[in-house]
């Protein structure tokens, strides 16, 4: 398996607070990674970290092979970082925007490069428009397409979809997969725990730790459920921990009973799966 | 570094000037209407027998090293606050390529309000200069101003926010011209002003135009005239040593 991002042991500090302890983590190359935890888990620095804006205090970063902290120069001109908030030039427009990032890579034809970037973004019809006078969620695409004018090869996406319209979120989860179809490795913070779903694998980041690095099928396989059989009007709820491997047998405890008239089965949400490894966490700390 | 970065970021500032015309109206006008209101102040002051030409051209200097100043260093730390700075890094640009395109940028405004201060200095005071002295009053405003554009790039280099500016403002431009010689000759201050004033930018610039203003030339004071390019290069290497491209 090709890593496209190692981290190992990875701790930054900010004064007083460890906002990463001990960090590890393998990227595959050509995968949509995430990372989810909820606001001040660590996600940013995270980021930061990786495109080379934070050195870290401890551990070693390998961003396609590359040792980050000796190849930082090379290994950017391989990254697109798409930052939180859509850092662009209000006084310019969004093609203006997105030519003046790609003349930092030194590109042969800067023109073309800038064209199919906003013609991916669907931004050609307002190519021309002051960045001023774009509203949040263009401005996210200018930012994206100003990101993804080089052709990086790993793309860090900090919560690029905070701020967007469901609809502009699912036409941006497209274009993500999209990109991995050409072979492009793609780690995107977020903390809106339903996109999880739409990656290949997910770590769940808490106080600069890391809780849980998984598929989000997995996740919601470990997931609880509740289950409610009706006899008549009285409702009997169980709680099952395992929601795959304790349903079926609770249920066949009742199936030969007459008196059964309704079986209702409520799975966890990814984002409840997610929220109850946070607690479960916290809880064993505590405990600990 | 390369040519074609340095001429992107350049390329970019100068456009953004272009769009923000109340600016550049404002940053040309402002420094004009002090050297009006100084000329005020000579009248209303009514001293036929002071020649206040030894005074008014260096001081129209100041108001150049003080404009520009503070523009430079504002404009990059708003460029650091606003996290494009960061975005520049990432995306390839290098340190000295970022400082030479801003340099290159501000140049074309530093070199407007270099010529309308001395063409409004020459008309308001009736200089009479001819076009040799002229054009080397204009040389020290110049170059002056290619100082205080480095400075401020260094000092927006330890400041984290438009704010953090202020506080140099005071801490660099006034005693730049409290050691400069154009208020009080700094031969006659204390030892340790008289070494203060010679980090001073503005102290090469006066020693330089008061031979000018005596009809002297430019050879009349060579160390100084030399001392401003060298100082200024001197400026300009500490602020690309100091320009942070990690947080």
Redesign the interface.
């Known amino acids: 398996m090709d890593l496209a991002v190692r981290l190992q042991g990875i701790t930054k500090r900010y004064g007083r607070v460890t906002a990463l302890d001990g960090v590890d983590l393998t990227i595959p190359a050509g995968s949509v990674y995430g990372v989810v935890g909820p606001n001040g888990a660590g996600k940013t620095t995270l980021m930061?970290l990786l495109?080379?804006?934070?050195?870290p205090d401890e551990g070693d970063i390998e961003v396609l092979g590359a040792d980050l902290r000796r190849e930082r120069?090379r290994v950017?001109?391989h990254?697109g970082?798409m930052?939180q908030?859509p850092?662009?030039?209000e006084?310019?427009t969004a093609a203006?925007n997105v030519a003046?990032?790609?003349?930092?890579?030194?590109l042969d034809d800067v023109g073309d490069a800038v064209r199919r970037s906003l013609e991916f973004t669907d931004l050609v019809d307002r190519a021309d428009d002051?960045v001023r006078t774009l509203s949040g969620g263009m401005r996210q695409r200018v930012s994206l397409a100003?990101t993804l004018v080089?052709q990086p090869r790993v793309l860090l996406l900090d919560e690029p979809t905070a701020g967007v319209d469901p609809e502009l979120r699912h036409s941006f989860w497209e274009r993500f997969r999209d990109l991995t179809t050409h072979g492009a490795t793609l780690l995107i913070s977020t903390h809106q725990m339903d996109e999880v779903v739409h990656c290949d694998r997910v770590a769940i980041l808490r106080a600069g730790t890391v809780l849980t690095e998984e598929t989000p099928q997995r996740i919601l396989t470990e997931g609880r459920a509740t289950v409610t059989v009706w006899t008549g009007e009285t409702p009997h709820r169980h709680e099952v921990a395992d929601y795959p491997g304790e349903v079926p047998r609770l249920l066949r405890r009742w199936q030969l009973d007459p008196a059964v008239t309704r079986i209702e089965i409520e799975g966890q949400t990814l984002e409840d799966a997610v929220l109850a490894l946070i607690e479960d966490e916290e809880a064993g700390a505590h405990d600990g | 570094m390369?040519a074609?970065?340095t001429a992107?970021v350049a390329a970019?500032v100068l456009?953004?000037l272009a769009?923000?015309r109340r600016f550049v109206v404002l940053m040309l006008v402002a420094p004009l209407g002090i050297v009006f209101f100084t000329k005020t102040l000579f009248d209303a002051a009514d001293t036929p027998l002071l020649d206040v030409t030894p005074f008014a051209v260096p001081f129209g200097c100041f108001i150049i090293h003080f404009a520009t100043f503070i523009l430079t260093a504002l404009v990059l730390v708003r460029e650091r606050t606003?996290?494009?700075m960061?975005?520049?890094?990432?995306?390839?640009?290098h340190r000295s390529e970022i400082i030479t395109g801003y340099l290159l940028a501000y140049t074309t405004l530093a070199t407007a309000l270099s010529l309308l201060v001395l063409a409004e200095l020459q008309w308001l005071f009736a200089l009479g200069y001819g076009v040799g002295r002229l054009a080397s009053i204009f040389l020290v405003m110049w170059l002056l101003a290619m100082i205080s554009m480095a400075l401020g790039i260094l000092v927006s280099n330890a400041a984290r926010s438009e704010a953090q500016v202020i506080p140099f403002i005071p801490a660099i431009v006034l005693p730049s011209l409290i050691f400069s010689g154009i208020i009080v000759a700094v031969d006659r201050m204390p030892v340790w002003a008289q070494v203060l004033s010679r980090i001073s930018p503005m102290y090469y610039a006066n020693e330089v135009l008061q031979e000018l203003i005596a009809g002297s030339g430019l050879g009349g004071d060579v160390a100084s005239v030399v001392m401003l390019p060298v100082g200024g290069i001197v400026v300009l290497l500490l602020a690309t040593q100091t320009l942070r491209e990690?947080?």
């Open positions: 930061r495109v080379g804006a934070l050195a120069r950017r001109s990254i970082y930052p908030a850092v662009l030039y006084d310019l203006e003046f990032f790609a003349r930092g890579h030194l002051l100003a080089h | 390369t074609s970065r992107a970019r456009r953004q769009r923000d606003a996290e494009t960061e975005r520049m890094f990432i995306n390839g640009y990690k947080g």
